[in-house]
């Protein structure tokens, strides 16, 4: 038991893994505050609904991932270079990233559904293959920052 706890310390507990935590929870904050913003900018001079919430989703998407990108890069992994071939790299490797695991959302949540994970929580349909889906995307999307985005090897 001591063996476990300890690894839950080690991979878990640790100042990266929190600061992770935290600073997706603010990039979230940051998409919706963004998301309501530019839903009511937008609606003022757009009569398409859809577009128009298609489009403060778009922006609130592509800020939210900056946002989550600045921190993760200064405050999470602690990616010390500023190089241009570095900051670039590690710019377009998140970016690609962050759009690969959010077309994940987008197709894995109608997948899981389609094959039984359609059960209500909290009255909301659906709702346990967002959870999954949610709990995949975010294990992936460290995986990535982790493993391929912000390695410790580029220093220049």
């Known amino acids: 038991m001591q063996k476990i706890i300890s690894l839950i310390k080690k991979y878990i507990f640790n100042k990266e893994m929190m600061m992770y935590i935290i600073m997706g929870v603010l990039a979230t904050v940051v998409n919706l505050i963004v998301y309501a913003i ?42 010390k270079s500023w190089a241009p071939r570095v900051f670039w790299r590690e710019l377009i490797s998140f970016v690609g990233a962050r759009a690969l695991t959010g077309l994940l959302e987008v197709f894995g949540t109608p997948f899981l559904v389609n094959i039984g994970l359609d059960q209500k929580l909290f009255g909301v349909e659906g709702m346990w293959a967002v959870i999954i889906v949610s709990f995949i995307v975010i294990v992936a ?10 390695t410790k090897k580029e220093t220049r």
Do not use: P, Q, R
């Open 38 to 79: 530019s839903v009511k900018v937008l609606a003022s001079f757009m009569t398409d609904k859809t577009i128009y919430i298609g489009a403060a989703k778009l922006i609130a998407w592509v800020v939210a991932v900056l946002f989550a990108f600045f921190t993760n890069k200064i405050w999470v992994f602690e990616s």
């Open 141 to 150: 999307n460290y995986v990535f920052s982790k493993l391929l985005i912000f």
